[in-house]
């Protein structure tokens, strides 16, 4: 067996921190390059109206519900007493929560008391946001999850 010396060490010490060093930076670029980007430009003045803003979506009573079926998604909305309401201004994103690469912003119609749009989706966990206004101009504002299965 080989006697071990200082510099056996050195070396072991310095490969130790080079194997470190390495998996950090190689992380910190993944972390940066798949960053989606900021949700609002100033959270404070975000933040000035939110608590307004929850109580009139609350008032609305609104469900949404996605679902996806073989590159067609559809987007039932229903009111407090379980019957379909209509919406305007339907603007949604759909993407994955960690990159936006595959963000995708599909045009939604109504297909009577559904609105729906052709989207090809891989399979795995969406995320959806979607964004529309009651016929009395109430924004309402929903973030949802959507998992395609393969």
């Known amino acids: 067996m080989a006697e071990l010396t200082g510099r056996h060490v050195l070396a072991i010490t310095v490969s130790a921190f080079a194997v470190i060093i390495g998996v950090n930076v190689l992380l910190a670029v993944k972390a940066v390059s798949t960053f989606p980007g900021l949700e609002v430009e100033n959270s404070y003045v975000a933040g000035q109206d939110f608590n307004e803003r929850k109580a009139a979506q609350e008032a609305l009573g609104w469900v949404m519900t996605p679902a996806y079926d073989r590159g067609r998604m559809t987007l039932a909305f229903t009111g407090p007493d379980g019957l379909p309401v209509t919406v305007s201004d339907l603007q949604v994103l759909v993407g994955r929560t960690t990159e936006a690469k595959d963000d995708v912003n599909p045009v939604f119609a109504a297909e009577g008391d559904l609105y729906a749009a052709d989207v090809a989706l891989g399979k795995g966990k969406w995320m ?23």
């Open 128 to 150: 959806l946001k979607v964004t529309a206004s009651s016929a009395d101009g109430t924004l309402f504002e929903q973030r949802s999850e959507l998992y395609v299965k393969g």
